[in-house]
């Protein structure tokens, strides 16, 4: 392989890495925002017409397992009106993605939950993601989604109306 041939090539591995990063953190942003204003039709573009997602562990029984883009869409939606959460937050670390050919990669995240739910429940939560994707007519998908928890806890309320302390500028 000539040297531009091989730097097209790395372009090219950046340029999917990214793509799959964005297409990950746009499903989160929309997860994070559950509600009857969620744009159903772009969450379900950002996967599969045949995609799976699924829980394992603990998770297997909270959340089971969907295939097919409709039923995904339809249990997400499940949380959005009403809206299951009052405070929902996804951070992700530790991301591990390799593009394993021009039309697939792989992805992995820690994940780490902090959720205060509409009955005023509160928890933390962290959970090892593993995530394909596949490209389709040229866009990034998930393919599979599969979220394993790692722990649950319960916490108190994760926003109150406290004052937030900053230095006295008087002092």
Not at 52 to 74: Q, S, T
Not at 81 to 94: E, G, I, K, M, T
Not at 142 to 151: L, M, Q, S, Y
């Amino acid at each position: 392989m000539n040297e531009m041939a091989l730097l097209a090539r790395r372009v090219a591995l950046l340029e999917a890495e990214v793509a799959v990063r964005r297409v990950a953190m746009r499903y989160f942003r929309l997860c994070d925002t559950l509600g009857p204003e969620t744009p159903f039709d772009e969450l379900g573009d950002l996967f599969a017409a045949d995609a799976v997602w699924e829980g394992r562990g603990r998770y297997r029984k909270a959340f089971g397992r969907h295939e097919g883009r409709d039923a995904i869409v339809a249990m997400l939606a499940s949380y959005a009106d009403p809206p299951h959460f009052a405070l929902n937050a996804h951070y992700l670390s530790s991301e591990v993605i390799e593009v394993t050919g021009d039309d697939r990669a792989t992805a992995g995240w820690m994940m780490l939950q902090v959720s205060t739910y509409r009955d005023g429940r509160s928890d933390l939560r962290s959970a090892a993601l593993t995530l394909d994707f596949q490209r389709q007519d040229g866009v990034w998908r998930i393919a599979r989604f599969v979220t394993e928890n790692i722990f649950s806890r319960d916490v108190g309320p994760w926003n109150d109306e406290a004052p937030i302390s900053v230095p006295d500028a008087s002092e």
